[in-house]
């Protein structure tokens, strides 16, 4: 079964960059696709970035592409962000999330079978 841990959140200025990391249970990692998602204050969780199993397909929405990267390292068990150029948004929670397929198929409304807790990340004054 699929557990996921986000870390690499904290204070940052417009502008800055930053990389989130989400590590996996080991064993199961590279049968699932991957995702990322953000939740800002007061608004909806949206689906920012998604990679397939393998990392040769990858999907981001339109707020982030060309920003953001995202990619896995399945012998580490570990999917990363990379972000740059952050915009300034005062606080956004970063979540990762699972399904036990090849591909991502779901969009914002998706509900994937495993989430992780979710790493905050600040803008600093």
């Known amino acids: 079964q699929m557990q996921l841990a986000e870390s690499g959140g904290g204070l940052v200025q417009p502008g800055d960059s930053l990389r989130l990391s989400c590590a996996g249970s080991s064993g199961v990692f590279s049968a699932y696709a991957l995702a990322w998602y953000r939740r800002v204050a007061g608004k909806e969780r949206e689906l920012v970035a998604a990679i397939s199993w393998n990392g040769a397909v990858t999907f981001y929405s339109d707020s982030v592409k060309c920003r953001f990267t995202i990619s896995r390292v399945n012998a580490k068990s570990t999917m990363y962000l990379q972000m740059n150029s952050r915009k300034p948004e005062d606080t956004e929670v970063y979540y990762c999330?699972?399904?036990?397929?090849?591909?991502?198929?779901?969009?914002?409304?998706?509900?994937?079978?495993?989430w992780g807790q979710g790493t905050q990340v600040n803008r600093s004054s």
């Open positions: 999330a699972a399904d036990p397929n090849k591909y991502w198929s779901g969009g914002t409304t998706h509900r994937p079978s495993t």
